[in-house]
């Protein structure tokens, strides 16, 4: 019952060691959040999960992956944000929240996955994003504008910024977004980054402005509450990021109290080459970081099967398994991971009815009066 043990992270404390993991749902207006957001929050909240995350959030307008993605860099977003978010936990205040802020960097202003998810030119209503260097992501694409030191320091500000809004709005935990060929993946990769001032070049300086955006975060972000870091382990190129990289990175971050590293990889260039994807696909990076650093791992990949789950912590793999299109395809998922494994989850009185044979005993502190 390994999965169902206790977590504690900072001052919060996780009934158990599953993660919600953000997925973004490409649905806000402006950046605001909407009624979407209400429901697919909702649902996530009553789950049952230990915590969950709320989908990768744009700390500036231009950092948005799509026009429909979330914000978190201005008084309608994060009111939308906070109301959205209040409402959906009236239904189940003692899950913990965390948010993913993000910026989409040179992937940005693309259009909707199930539109094609291409690059929208100004003319047709895009932006023009910014990156490490004016490299683009994809052959055919324009090249993204060099982000220069201003702009450096504007973007670290925005992640700031963004993270006194999260406070305000109620979050309980952060986790930075440094994968997937997002900014702050595109400042590690020697794929994306070409500079040759002090943001490139050697791994330190590559690493240099992932980290000025940690420690900036961490010096405002509440002290009783952990910050987190998304990292892609590899960039599955040669020549690319690399999981020996992602070791010495995580031993920094972990100096700089990083509570936990979400491992993850690819995302930066499509010349990748991922295997045959595979259940647990990411669990082996997962257990080199946690191993070699010590650092609180947080595992990802199609894990769907509780026992697979379980067996992951069991074996020391990583201390926490996230999942999304598991939990999408069944937002009840921790209910069967617990009858399964013998855990609890917190009461739905209202779906009482519902529980199978299989299920009795997984509410806690659950009756049921018949009439």
């Known amino acids: 019952m390994h999965l169902f043990e206790p977590m504690r992270l900072r001052g919060l404390t996780l009934r158990n060691r599953i993660v919600v993991s953000p997925m973004c749902q490409y649905s806000a207006e402006r950046g605001c959040a909407t009624d979407w957001h209400l429901v697919h929050w909702a649902q996530m909240l009553l789950s049952g999960a230990g915590i969950f995350t709320i989908e990768a959030t744009a700390v500036t307008p231009e950092g948005r992956i799509t026009h429909g993605c979330l914000g978190l860099y201005d008084d309608p977003t994060e009111e939308a944000l906070a ?9 189940a205040p003692t899950m913990p929240v965390a948010i993913q802020l993000a910026h989409a960097g040179r992937k940005a202003s693309s259009e909707l996955p199930w539109k094609g998810g291409r690059l929208i030119p100004v003319a047709d209503g895009g932006w023009t994003p910014i990156a490490p260097s004016a490299v683009p992501h994809a052959d055919g694409e324009a090249a993204p504008k060099a982000l220069g030191a201003a702009g450096l320091l504007a973007i670290r500000d925005a992640f ?10 109620g979050v309980d935990a952060i986790e930075l977004h440094m994968a997937h060929g997002y900014l702050l993946h595109e400042f590690l990769s020697p794929i994306a980054n070409r500079r040759g001032d002090a943001y490139g070049g050697s791994f330190a300086n590559r690493i240099r402005f992932p980290l000025e955006v940690f420690d900036a975060v961490r010096a405002e972000w509440r002290a009783d509450r952990p910050l987190g870091v998304r990292l892609s382990a590899t960039d599955w190129v040669a020549g690319g990021w690399s999981i020996e990289e992602s070791v010495e990175f995580a031993r920094q971050l972990k100096a700089r109290t990083c509570d936990w590293i979400d491992v ?24 080199e970081i946690r191993r070699a650093t010590g650092v609180t791992t947080i595992t990802v990949g199609l894990i769907s099967d509780p026992k697979h789950a379980d067996a992951i912590i069991a074996s020391g793999d990583a201390d926490m398994v996230a999942l999304a299109r598991a939990m999408l395809r069944d937002p009840r998922w921790p209910w069967r991971a617990a009858a399964e494994l013998g855990g609890t989850v917190a009461e739905v009185p209202q779906y009482g009815r519902s529980l199978t044979k299989e299920m009795a005993g997984i509410f806690e502190r659950f009756t049921v009066a018949q009439r």
């Open 160 to 169: 700031v910024d963004a993270a006194r809004r999260a406070e305000r709005c």
């Open 264 to 287: 993850s990889a690819g995302g930066v260039s499509p010349a990748q080459k991922i295997p045959a994807p595979t259940p647990g696909v990411h669990v082996p990076f997962a257990r």
């Open 83 to 91: 109301v959205t978010l209040a409402r959906a936990r009236r239904q």
